[in-house]
């Protein structure tokens, strides 16, 4: 009988973790998504289910106001359901603390990640007392977004803190008067520039078109609205394409005469 040596024990320990790390996976990003991160910004649960098998999303972004937009409450038992909704579906799930103090920030902070601190990114306005929380959260090692970013200047607060993430809100800032898009670039420049790997997370979207804009420029992170999601998709030459198509494959044969519209 051949023996069973230390050896052979670690052989097959390695081969059991190595089966459940490529079978038992809970990972949903694609092996050729490369560096890019997109973020469902809802938390209609309904938008979830229409958008999310799209395959496009890395996770879910929400905040107290769209919680209330959504009628979903802002307590600690709702988002760890939301949370687990989420995390079924994608990778990440990021939602905003809250309160009058710092200890109550800290407090919501821990209890909502408590559920998985690996996937559940914690959100933390970028003034000076939210910074104070997201450097106790950090410390407790919970994953933090500093949000609701209006200057370039921010990010430098992002870099040197090392958080792993910062959301200028790019609409809002065009809002106030300010070039948002101007803002975005020279934010991923900052990062870039002090050798950080904050990721420059731009939030407050209104079309497609502004995200292809940005990606040409090098920015890979974004969360946005079910509009802009759909904005994405939205092509009527590509949609009479796939029509065309399928009136081919429903008469059985090749034998007419296909002009498909691009060509």
């Known amino acids: 009988m051949p ?11 390695t081969a059991l973790v190595s089966f459940c790390n490529f079978h038992c996976s809970t990972s949903f990003t694609p092996p050729f998504r490369g ?3 997109f973020f469902l910004d809802t938390a209609d649960t309904a938008e979830w289910d229409d958008l999310l098998p799209r395959g496009l999303f890395h996770g879910v972004t929400t905040n107290p106001t769209l919680l209330a937009r959504a009628n979903q409450p802002c307590t600690v038992s709702n988002l760890h359901t939301l949370s687990s909704k989420a995390l079924a579906l994608t990778d990440e799930f990021m939602c905003q603390t809250w309160g009058s ?5 800290y407090r919501h902070g821990m209890e909502i990640s408590a559920m998985d601190r690996d996937r559940i990114v914690i959100k933390v306005p970028v003034t000076a007392e939210g910074t104070k929380v997201a450097t106790m959260l950090a410390r407790s090692g919970v994953r933090i977004c ?8 921010q990010a430098v607060i992002a870099a040197s803190m090392g958080v792993e993430y910062i959301a200028p809100y790019l609409g809002r800032m065009n809002d106030n008067g300010k070039d948002g898009f101007k803002e975005c670039v020279r934010m991923q420049n900052i990062v870039d520039g002090l050798g950080s790997d904050t990721r420059i997370l731009v939030a407050s979207l209104r079309d497609a078109e502004t995200l292809g804009d940005l990606a040409v420029v090098g920015l890979d ?12 998709f939205d092509e009527r030459l590509t949609d009479a394409a796939a029509d065309e198509f399928e009136t081919a494959a ?14």
């Open 35 to 37: 560096e890019c991160r």
């Open 3 to 13: 023996s069973f040596t230390s050896s052979s024990a670690v052989f097959v320990a």
């Open 221 to 232: 992170t974004y969360t946005f609205s079910p509009n802009v999601a759909r904005g994405l």
């Open 101 to 105: 103090t710092a200890d109550d920030m």
């Open 146 to 153: 500093l949000t609701a970013c209006y200057n370039s200047k």
């Open 250 to 263: 429903s008469l059985g044969s090749v034998e007419f005469d296909l002009k498909p519209p691009f060509l």
